[in-house]
T-cell receptor
Framework: SQKIEQNSEALNIQEGKTATLTCNYTNYSPAYLQWYRQDPGRGPVFLLLIRENEKEKRKERLKVTFDTTLKQSLFHITASQPADSATYLCALEGTGRRALTFGSGTRLQVQP | DGGITQSPKYLFRKEGQNVTLSCEQN?????MYWYRQDPGQGLRLIYYSQIVNDFQKGDIAEGYSVSREKKESFPLTVTSAQKNPTAFYLC???????????FGPGTRLLVL
């Protein structure tokens, strides 16, 4: 069966450190993968999209990698700040339908 | 301002009652989506529509119905057949199916 797995345990790091979040998937062959940020009680906000032929994508302090052999994407936040504390969701297009399927998300807590 | 609006912010449903959640977008997007989110969980797709007058079931369509009579609007009805409707409901839209999604602020549905 198709699965998208993100670490369900919260990630706690110190301000200024790099946060690394993982998204693993099985039985998908996605053309691209997306990352979203969700704050409590709000809708997710799009952060980055990476295509299958791209190994890495950057946007300011954010970096995403996409390894289609390992079926894994890593999401990095460098020089993390308390304002980066949120839940981060990965998403990819489900097989047989033109709609995204979301992982359950990983909660990041950046301590000052 | 372009964006997606959802109303109401909070909705209370009595036993056996149908309720309708509103979703409107002025982004000129073709595709629209409804998700359900339970506490500490990821987003689960209820219904999606790639074009006006057409929609498809997602992973948890039972007990829900939708219509797409206008490009801007994609209302979701939670019917009395949905036995556990308490959740946070999110509407989203995108230029095309499977592309980056823009989310509304959500509606929290509670059962009296």
């Amino acid at each position: 069966s198709q699965k998208i797995e993100q670490n369900s345990e919260a990630l706690n790091i110190q301000e200024g450190k790099t946060a690394t979040l993982t998204c693993n998937y099985t039985n998908y062959s996605p053309a691209y993968l997306q990352w979203y940020r969700q704050d409590p009680g709000r809708g997710p906000v799009f952060l980055l999209l990476i295509r299958e032929n791209e190994k890495e994508k950057r946007k300011e302090r954010l970096k995403v990698t996409f390894d289609t052999t390992l079926k894994q994407s890593l999401f990095h936040i460098t020089a993390s700040q308390p304002a980066d504390s949120a839940t981060y969701l990965c998403a990819l297009e489900g097989t047989g339908r033109r709609a995204l399927t979301f992982g359950s998300g990983t909660r990041l807590q950046v301590q000052p | 301002d372009g964006g997606i609006t959802q109303s109401p912010k909070y909705l209370f449903r009595k036993e056996g009652q149908n309720v309708t959640l509103s979703c409107e977008q002025n982004l000129n997007h073709d595709a629209m989506y409804w998700y359900r989110q339970d506490p500490g969980q990821g987003l689960r797709l209820i219904y999606y529509s790639q074009i006006v007058n057409d929609f498809q079931k997602g992973d948890i369509a039972e007990g829900y119905s939708v219509s797409r009579e206008k490009k801007e609007s994609f209302p979701l009805t939670v019917t009395s057949a949905q036995k556990n409707p308490t959740a946070f409901y999110l509407c989203a839209s995108s230029k095309g199916a499977g592309e980056t999604q823009y989310f509304g602020p959500g509606t929290r549905l509670l059962v009296l």
